[in-house]
């Protein structure tokens, strides 16, 4: 890669259920049901090579009964995988319940993704990359974050920037706000979207998001928050300098919506934009994945 991009995260199958109508206990709900290729640190580089980012390079790994399948789908959408076959765990999967508002709740099973190891990671893999992009999920699982934290390390020695997505309030619940902020210490950006930085932030659910903004970016230089159709705010050095609104769109699913704002993003200033202008690129790409099922560009 030659000012690139390297996501180092997760792939997963998402089991993708559409049910317009409310889930009925025990018995059948209609539904339209889909099996596709996901992941929140897979979908973030394919919108990155969606929105135009020439070189996206991708490290996970994931069972071998859908190793195929995974590769080929990331090198269609123009991402060079670095997927790494796990000899026992299968390939994570996560059964995405989608309602008739579009708003979606996740049964995940991590399977390969947390077994991602510090042997899996060299830091020859940040040859000519320019940024290092980091899936939040790895930081739930004691063998993954070990990973991450020696590709953090890796980026360091080199000078390389570092950005971190969250991904999970209820992760993050489970692993405690204080030990994934000291984790993620030396990235450069954190992208969480609004529940997840007031978690961080040690403020109530119903928090002003750009207090919690302002104050996760005295941990983290800057902090970008999504807040669905309401757009993004930038903070640093403990103010929000932006607000940006959202774009319209008709919302079919909003699994991988924050992943598609990250892959805009990172390609929008990778390609030289400014942080206000990265984040509107950011929501343009999220209002076109809420219009279609799954987490990925078309």
């Given at each position: 890669?030659?000012?690139?991009?390297?996501?180092?995260?997760?792939?997963?199958?998402?089991?993708?259920?559409?049910?317009?109508?409310?889930?009925?206990?025990?018995?059948?709900?209609?539904?339209?049901?889909?099996?596709?290729?996901?992941?929140?640190?897979?979908?973030?580089?394919?919108?990155?090579?969606?929105?135009?980012?020439?070189?996206?390079?991708?490290?996970?790994?994931?069972?071998?009964?859908?190793?195929?399948?995974?590769?080929?789908a990331l090198a269609e959408a123009g991402v060079r995988a670095r997927l790494v076959v796990d000899p026992a765990e299968?390939?994570?999967?996560?059964?995405?319940?989608v309602d008739g508002a579009a708003e979606r709740t996740f049964l995940t099973d991590s399977g390969a993704a947390l077994?991602?190891?510090?042997?899996?990671?060299?830091?020859?893999?940040?040859?000519?990359?320019?940024?290092?992009?980091?899936?939040?999920?790895?930081?739930?699982?004691?063998?993954?974050?070990?990973?991450?934290?020696?590709?953090?390390?890796?980026?360091?020695?080199?000078?390389?920037?570092?950005?971190?997505?969250?991904?999970?309030?209820?992760?993050?619940?489970?692993?405690?706000?204080?030990?994934?902020?000291?984790?993620?210490?030396?990235?450069?950006?954190?992208?969480?979207?609004?529940?997840?930085?007031?978690?961080?932030?040690?403020?109530?659910?119903?928090?002003?998001?750009?207090?919690?903004?302002?104050?996760?970016?005295?941990?983290?230089?800057?902090?970008?928050?999504?807040l669905g159709a309401a757009g993004a705010l930038v903070a640093e050095a403990g103010e929000v300098t932006a607000r940006?609104?959202?774009?319209?769109?008709?919302?079919?699913?909003?699994?991988?919506?924050?992943?598609?704002?990250?892959?805009?993003?990172?390609?929008?200033?990778?390609?030289?934009?400014?942080?206000?202008?990265?984040?509107?690129?950011?929501?343009?790409?999220?209002?076109?994945?809420?219009?279609?099922?799954?987490?990925?560009?078309?």
């Open positions: 890669m030659s000012g690139g991009l390297l996501v180092v995260g997760d792939v997963v199958t998402d089991v993708v259920a559409v049910h317009p109508e409310p889930l009925a206990p025990a018995t059948d709900t209609p539904a339209r049901i889909r099996t596709l290729p996901g992941g929140a640190g897979a979908n973030a580089a394919c919108w990155a090579a969606h929105e135009g980012l020439a070189e996206v390079g991708l490290l996970a790994r994931v069972g071998a009964e859908s190793a195929a399948w995974h590769e080929r299968p390939t994570a999967t996560v059964v995405s319940l077994c991602l190891s510090p042997a899996d990671w060299a830091p020859e893999l940040l040859d000519g990359v320019a940024h290092l992009h980091l899936s939040g999920y790895l930081f739930f699982g004691d063998t993954s974050r070990a990973a991450a934290v020696a590709a953090l390390g890796s980026a360091r020695a080199r000078g390389v920037p570092v950005s971190v997505d969250p991904a999970s309030a209820g992760f993050l619940s489970g692993l405690g706000a204080e030990r994934f902020l000291d984790a993620v210490g030396d990235a450069g950006v954190l992208l969480p979207n609004a529940d997840e930085a007031r978690l961080l932030a040690g403020l109530a659910p119903d928090a002003d998001a750009g207090l919690a903004a302002a104050e996760l970016s005295r941990r983290v230089p800057l902090v970008v928050v999504t940006v609104p959202g774009r319209p769109a008709r919302a079919l699913d909003t699994t991988g919506a924050g992943d598609a704002f990250t892959g805009g993003f990172l390609a929008a200033r990778l390609g030289g934009a400014g942080v206000a202008d990265a984040a509107r690129a950011g929501c343009r790409a999220g209002a076109a994945a809420v219009g279609r099922l799954g987490g990925r560009p078309g």
